[in-house]
């Protein structure tokens, strides 16, 4: 039988503890040469944050572990019988192995991971995205939202000719 890729259900942020626990359980089970691989997909990701850079690894499937096999009774009943793991993905409880196009696009994007980083796209708060709000439907009537610079408290500063921050009356206004 031929060697193929299968992916494992786990429990979601607990890849690597699965992953670690079932390379153990297969040495011990002398299986080594019946599952080869067991992978679990990432990629850098480059995060700027506070003014300073950072460089983490990501999942780019949470939940999941893939394991290079050769399927067979006791290697099914060994990856079932391990904590954290959940199901083989296929249809009817029946693993089902991924097309090779598919393996390689994977396997390709961990080789290039280690290459270079990928940016990560971010959300500036100081320069907020400005957005129109929609329209709200009330009773057949067309109300609008209050704008959302109207729901968020502001921050006082001090006046430019006097120099002094204004007061805040008990009422909440200025």
Same mark, same amino acid.
């Given at each position: 039988?031929?060697?193929?890729?299968?992916?494992?259900? &786990? *429990?979601?942020?607990?890849?690597?503890?699965?992953?670690?626990?079932?390379?153990?359980?297969?040495?011990?089970?002398?299986?080594?040469?019946? &599952?080869?691989? =067991?992978?679990?997909?990432?990629?850098?990701?480059?995060? =700027?944050? $506070?003014?300073?850079?950072?460089?983490?690894?990501?999942?780019?499937? @949470?939940?999941? #572990?893939?394991?290079?096999?050769?399927?067979? +009774?006791?290697?099914?009943?060994?990856?079932?019988?391990? @904590?954290? =793991? $959940? +199901?083989? #993905? $296929?249809?009817? $409880?029946?693993?089902? @192995?991924?097309?090779? +196009?598919e393996v390689s696009r994977i396997l390709k994007g961990q080789q290039e991971k280690e290459e270079q980083p990928a940016p990560c796209a971010f959300h500036n708060p100081i320069q907020p995205a400005s957005l129109a709000p929609a329209p709200q439907l009330t009773a057949g009537r067309r109300t609008a939202r209050p !704008?959302?610079? !109207?729901?968020?408290?502001?921050?006082?500063?001090?006046?430019?000719?006097?120099? *002094?921050?204004?007061?805040?009356?008990?009422?909440?206004?200025?």
């Amino acid at each position: 039988m031929a060697r193929e890729w299968y992916v494992i259900r &786990v *429990q979601s942020g607990r890849e690597e503890k699965v992953r670690n626990t079932l390379a153990r359980k297969i040495q011990l089970a002398g299986l080594d040469e019946r &599952v080869t691989s =067991i992978l679990v997909p990432t990629e850098n990701v480059t995060e =700027i944050k $506070g003014g300073r850079k950072r460089v983490r690894e990501r999942k780019l499937y @949470p939940g999941y #572990v893939l394991v290079e096999m050769e399927l067979n +009774d006791e290697v099914w009943f060994v990856i079932r019988d391990t @904590p954290g =793991i $959940g +199901d083989f #993905v $296929g249809a009817y $409880g029946r693993p089902v @192995p991924m097309r090779p +196009d598919e393996v390689s696009r994977i396997l390709k994007g961990q080789q290039e991971k280690e290459e270079q980083p990928a940016p990560c796209a971010f959300h500036n708060p100081i320069q907020p995205a400005s957005l129109a709000p929609a329209p709200q439907l009330t009773a057949g009537r067309r109300t609008a939202r209050p !704008a959302r610079a !109207a729901c968020k408290p502001r921050a006082l500063r001090p006046s430019p000719e006097t120099g *002094q921050a204004p007061t805040v009356t008990a009422g909440g206004k200025l």
